[in-house]
């Protein structure tokens, strides 16, 4: 039976269809045991609600509004087809991850490090949330997989030139001001700098001068970017716009992925590296706030993984179920009802 999804459901409130929700939750393993029949919507039934919510990447607040009231009533066959699509994506996947792969799963705006502890397995050592690209198609975050080589500590922003086109000219022709109160410089390929004006504009246009960002805390980046060299221009990175991260809905970025730690994931990635020693957290800290951007090289290349799936089963055997952000699943499907594009060899 379909849940009534007309009104909000706070706990304690009267709630018809009581009953109903709690044969829902426990036969999904939300509830442990089914409580005593009522007309209310009870503390427990608002336990098992902030449960469900977990599974879904929904806020874990317990009232039953139309995001928790859409994923309640989303049909079981769905949620088959969510696994055997996340099923699809992995056989598409490397059979070999590499010792230490860094994996960010966009529907589920998260990113996890794991550590190779024997033969196709591995240990997580690190997780965190990020912020992704919006779900207009050309902010999208793309689906690929290469090899981070670098970071930069207290970096400058280059600014694209889709985005100081689109977004920053028209704001200087209005106010000239908000180059230098929001930290940006035009410069040249050596670096040299120019005034706004009628020149300068004509050069950034025709892509021989550039807009970047200075850097410190207010640098859109953050204090560090973590880079894996690949055709979209996609790095992760730190950022200034903290509160995204407290929503459960994180596509918000032009294409690049924000991390909620970056000192975390700085600090993970240089002792991986061998140079925990020489890059301390103290040592990372200060030189990311020193507003002189440092490369750090790292010694041995490590694999990131951007991927994307609905439905995952991490060690603890729960499964979660995130929306279909971009369409993704629905034109993977869509292209599998004709059957497998390729035929089964052996």
């Known amino acids: 039976e379909r849940l009534d999804d007309s009104r909000t459901i706070h706990p304690g409130e009267p709630y018809a269809q009581a009953r109903q929700l709690a044969y829902r939750l426990h036969a999904l393993g939300d509830l442990p045991a089914m409580p005593a029949a009522s007309d209310t919507y009870t503390q427990e039934l608002a336990a098992g609600v902030r449960h469900f919510q977990q599974r879904h990447g929904i806020d874990q607040d317990g009232v039953i509004g139309k995001g928790t009231f859409k994923q309640l009533n989303t049909p079981l066959r769905q949620r088959v087809e969510q696994i055997i699509l996340a099923l699809e994506r992995f056989r598409w996947l490397p059979n070999d991850f590499g010792e230490y792969p860094i994996i960010v799963n966009l529907p589920e705006f998260r990113v996890r490090a794991f550590r190779r502890v024997g033969e196709q397995q591995y240990e997580q050592q690190l997780?965190?949330?990020?912020?992704?690209?919006?779900?207009?198609?050309?902010?999208?975050?793309?689906?690929?997989?290469?090899?981070?080589?670098?970071?930069?500590?207290?970096?400058?922003?280059?600014?694209?030139?889709?985005?100081?086109r689109g977004e920053l000219l028209p704001k200087l022709d209005a106010n000239p001001s908000y180059l230098h109160k929001n930290h940006y410089e035009i410069v040249d390929a050596e670096g040299n700098s120019y005034p706004y004006d009628g020149s300068s504009r004509s050069g950034l246009q025709s892509g021989k001068l550039r807009i970047r960002q200075k850097p410190g805390e207010h640098n859109s980046l953050g204090l560090v970017k973590f880079m894996f060299p690949n055709k979209y221009s996609v790095y992760m990175h730190g950022t200034p716009a903290r509160s995204l991260f407290g929503r459960s809905k994180r596509d918000y970025s032009h294409g690049c992925i924000r991390l909620e730690d970056p000192l975390a994931m700085a600090e993970y990635i240089t002792a991986l590296d061998g140079q925990g020693d020489t890059w301390t957290r103290e040592r990372l800290a200060e030189t990311m706030q020193g507003g002189e951007a440092t490369t750090v090289r790292l010694a041995a290349d490590i694999e990131v993984f951007v991927l994307y799936t609905t439905a995952i089963v991490p060690e603890n055997g729960k499964v979660f179920f995130y929306d279909d952000v971009y369409g993704h699943d629905r034109k993977l499907a869509k292209a599998l009802t004709g059957g497998y594009p390729y035929p089964w060899t052996r």
Do not use: D
């Not at 992704?132 to 400058?156: C, D, E, I, W």
């Open 127 to 164: 997780e965190m949330k990020v912020v992704v690209g919006k779900a207009y198609p050309r902010n999208q975050t793309p689906v690929f997989n290469k090899r981070m080589n670098h970071l930069v500590l207290s970096p400058y922003w280059n600014v694209p030139s889709s985005i100081t």
